[in-house]
């Protein structure tokens, strides 16, 4: 039971801050709303009531989307596009898909890789892009999500204005739809350049995300 | 398994699909309310439909009571047709103006009446809070 805790305490630990602030979101989240309500004469919402309505839903998918944009983005941008120093960025020379027998795939395979990276075809296709096709569809239900929801939540607005609802095209082509969306990947791309930037002349002892204390600043592809 | 959990999500959609829809209805029929009573020149009624802040601003702009002031009012009277429902609040068309409605914890009340568009700017309503 230790054991397990220890090898997946990264999951775990994360796991867990993700249920918290979603609950802390949903207190706050629900507090806020009323207090606008108040102001529109509408009703009060239970923490329940809250956490099922679209206002809830919109906001917590606006920050889903662009978390798998940004992962999504920085799984396929850095299969091209390198940063020498970083250690975020692989070798400057391997910029690319690379070979076969650099990703180990085929009879390049090791006798514990992957199954389907043995198997070649479409198999190995399909396991060699799964992690960028997986963020993509994760990225893509997720702003979906957003823009149902986030239409939900608008037209309420609307209709509490005394104006007329929009249509779903309507709604993802509004001003309020683009603004939670932009505000969102703007803070997501400028974290993904300040980890790049950051990590060629800074250090984080015995972080992966680092180099080695000790690596000199030219060194790319180095955790520590 | 598999089959247990479409059906489960099947159930969880017609259930959501029939919530919004029952709550269509209860916006339609109170806006149906606030309509046969203004038709019927119940000023007692039409104050009931309305939300109270709505019916308070109307006593107070009228400096009457509500019933008073409804009963000096001009309001189209006509029949509900489309009623939109977006979280706590419907938009209900009456054929000769819209009207604007709440949930509130007393049920559907009319929160606007007698709304005319505005291009984009917001409806302008002869009752409203």
Avoid at chain 1, 59 to 64: H, K, L, M, R, S
Avoid at chain 2, 28 to 48: I, K
């Amino acid at each position: 039971m230790r054991r397990a805790l220890r090898d997946n305490g990264l999951s775990i630990g994360f796991g867990l801050l993700f249920l918290a602030a979603l609950v802390g979101q949903a207190f706050a989240g629900r507090a806020a709303f009323n207090e606008r309500q108040l102001a529109d004469s509408g009703r009060q919402l239970t923490l329940l009531e809250y956490v099922t309505s679209s206002d809830f839903a919109v906001d917590v998918a606006e920050n889903w989307q662009s978390e798998y944009l940004q992962f999504l983005l920085f799984v396929l941008a850095t299969v091209w596009l390198v940063q020498r120093g970083s250690n975020e960025s692989k070798l400057v020379e391997n910029a690319g898909t690379e070979s076969d027998e650099q990703q180990k795939v085929g009879k390049h395979a090791e006798p514990d890789s992957p199954e389907w990276a043995r198997t070649g075809g479409w198999r190995t296709a399909v396991f060699s892009t799964s992690l960028g096709v997986v963020m993509g569809v994760l990225f893509a239900l997720s702003w979906l999500a957003q823009s149902i929801a986030g239409r939900s939540a608008f037209n309420a607005e609307r209709l509490a204005q005394f104006q007329d609802p929009l249509t779903w095209f309507g709604y993802v082509g509004s001003a309020d739809f683009w603004n939670r969306t932009l505000q969102n990947w703007q803070s997501e791309f400028l974290a993904m350049v300040s980890i790049v930037v950051l990590s060629i002349y800074l250090r984080q002892r015995g972080s992966p995300e680092s180099k080695p204390v000790g690596a000199p600043h030219d060194a790319t592809q180095e955790s520590g | 398994m598999k089959w247990n959990r479409i059906a489960a999500l099947a159930v969880c959609c017609g259930a959501l699909a029939a919530c919004g829809s029952q709550r269509a209805d209860d916006a339609s029929a109170a806006a149906e309310a606030f309509l046969t009573a203004l038709a019927d020149g119940d000023a007692a009624a039409v104050c009931a439909a309305l939300a109270p802040e709505t019916a308070q601003a109307l006593a107070s702009s009228e400096d009457q009571t509500c019933e008073q002031a409804v009963a000096a009012l001009d309001l189209p009277t006509g029949t509900v047709g489309e009623t939109d429902v977006w979280g706590d609040r419907a938009q209900v068309r009456t054929g000769t103006d819209v009207l604007f409605l709440a949930e509130l914890d007393e049920g559907w009340k009319v929160v606007a009446a007698g709304c005319e568009p505005q291009g984009e700017r917001p409806y302008e309503c002869e009752v409203s809070a």
